[in-house]
C-alpha cells in the first residue's frame, strides 16, 4: 500500500511583479525547493495539519518560470516556531513587558514620594526607607535582568556602565540602607530614592516605545537630558549616605574583622567605605562619558555657519 502523499497549507499573494507563498509548515527540517520549467516543487519534513510529517506540494504556473525570475520566485518563505521573525517578536515582547513593570514600578515610588511630600512636606524625609523599600528592592535586584541582557548580547548595550550602576545602587540599598537601622531614618534616603526613580521614569518608557518601533520625541528628548543633572546629584546623595554611614558602621563594628595571628590588626569596614567614595565618583565619569557619547549619537553637534 503506497503511502499517502500529504499537502501542507499554502497561501497565495501576488502583486503586479512579485509572488508570494506562505507554507504551513513548523518545525520544517530540509526543504527541498525547486523549479522544472512551469512548476514549483516542495518537499520537506515538518509540522503541520496531519502532525510530524513529510509534506509536499507541486505548484502549476500558466506559464514557463524564466531563468532570471528563478530567484524572485524563492521568496517562498516557510513559517517555523525557530524563524528569526519569531524569535524577534518573541525577545520585543519580552523587553516590552520588563520595561514595562520597571516603569510601572519606579512611577509608584516616584508619584508616591511626591505625594507624600506635599502632604507631609519634610516629615516625609524621614520614613522613607520604611514606606518604599520593598517595592525598591524588586526594581533594584529585578534590574539584574538588564544587565545580564547586555551580557549574553539580548540588548545591543554595553556591559560596563550596566555593570557600574547595578552594583553602586545595589551596594547603597542593601548593604548602607539595609543593613544598618540608624541609616534608614535619614534624610538622605530620600534624595537617592528620589533621584533614581527620576531617572528611570523617562528611561524604561522609552525603551519600552522602541520595542515597538515608536519614537516620541519630547520622551525621546528628556531620556537623553534629564541625566545630565540627576546623575550627578544622585551620585552626590548617594556619597553622603556613606560618609553618614562612616560612624555608624565604626561604632557598631558591623563588617569589620581582624587579621589572623601574628597580624592581628583590625579592619574596619569604613576603611571600604573610603575606598568606595573614590569607586563611586568613578563609576560616575564611566556612566556620565558613556550616557554623553549616546545623546551625541542621537542627536549629533550642530556645525557653526561660516558666513
Known sequence: MENQVLTPHVYWAQRHRELYLRVELSDVQNPGISITENVLHFKAQGHGAKGDNVYEFHLEFLDLVKPEEEERLNKLRIESQGSPETLTSLKKGYLFMYNLVQFLGFSWIFVNMTVRFFILGKESFYDTFHTLADMMYFCQMLSVVETVNAAIGVIKSPVTPSLIQLCGRNFILFIIFGTMEEMQNKAVVFFVF???????????????????????????????????????????????????????????????????????????????????????????????????????????????KIH
Open 194 to 304: 528620589y533621584s533614581w526613580s527620576a531617572i528611570e521614569i523617562f528611561r524604561y518608557p522609552f525603551y519600552m516605545l522602541s520595542c515597538i518601533d515608536m519614537d516620541w520625541k519630547v520622551l525621546t528628548w528628556l531620556r537623553y537630558t534629564v541625566w545630565i543633572p540627576l546623575y550627578p546629584l544622585g551620585c552626590l546623595a548617594e556619597a553622603v549616605s556613606v560618609i553618614q554611614s562612616i560612624p555608624v558602621f565604626n561604632e557598631t563594628g558591623r563588617f569589620s574583622f581582624t587579621l589572623p595571628y601574628p597580624v592581628k590588626i583590625k579592619i574596619r569596614f569604613s576603611f571600604f567605605l573610603q575606598i568606595y567614595l573614590i569607586i563611586l565618583f568613578l563609576g560616575l565619569y564611566v556612566n556620565f562619558r558613556h550616557l554623553y557619547k549616546q545623546r551625541r549619537r542621537r542627536y549629533g553637534q550642530k556645525k557653526k
